[in-house]
């Protein structure tokens, strides 16, 4: 299950999603919107992505994440949009028989989506506003 | 031939439109598509964006050659997760 949604993400359906019978393990990966950056603070959050390709994107992710490690199943959707200070922007679940691939694989993941999927976040502050990586012409050091 | 050039984040801000349909003449690559909208959207020149390019949904370099029909994204950097 690879997706960008406006709703918001519901864990247990990702969940639902990856619980397989030879799966011992399932880990699950929130990435939430935080109320600062920077030192400055952040009043309101605003998704935008490349639909089409963003879900492609993160299907390589996926299947990438299968030929490193021993995974059953895998499962990241990100949310677009306005999102409210301490929700959740993405969310990842992956299951293996062993604890170790699920942990690497949804580690791998966030890693990935912050360098290659094509969606921006805007962060708006009093008295402005930044697409986030764009300040200075570089991706932000994370 | 023509393609389909969509603007997403600070450059859909910038060219103050998301699609626009571009002519360009055989043999056009990437790069001179760019250099052509920035004539045409002067505000599109971000001064020090680092952009990736992508035609029909998959990273390109900025030399490949361009088709008839094709979709061409700019991409600025990416702030997801």
Known sequence: MYRVQTEPIDLSELVRYVTDAEAGAIATFIGTTRNNNEGRKVIALDYEAYPEMAEKELARIGAEAAQKWQIRRMAIVHRLGPVQIGEASVIIAVSSAHREAAFAASRFAIEEIKKTVPIWKKEVYEGGEVWIGTQTGQPLQR | ?81
Do not use: C, H
């Open chain 2, 1 to 81: 031939m023509k393609v389909r050039v969509k603007f997403f984040a600070i450059l859909r801000e910038r060219a103050g439109t998301a699609e626009v349909i571009q002519e360009l003449s055989e043999g056009a690559t990437v790069a001179d598509l760019w250099r052509g909208l920035q004539k045409d959207f002067p505000k599109l020149d971000v001064p020090g964006i680092r952009l990736l390019f992508a035609v029909n949904q998959n990273y390109v370099g900025s030399n490949d050659p361009l088709r008839d029909g094709d979709e061409v994204v700019f991409i600025p950097p990416v702030s997801g997760g």
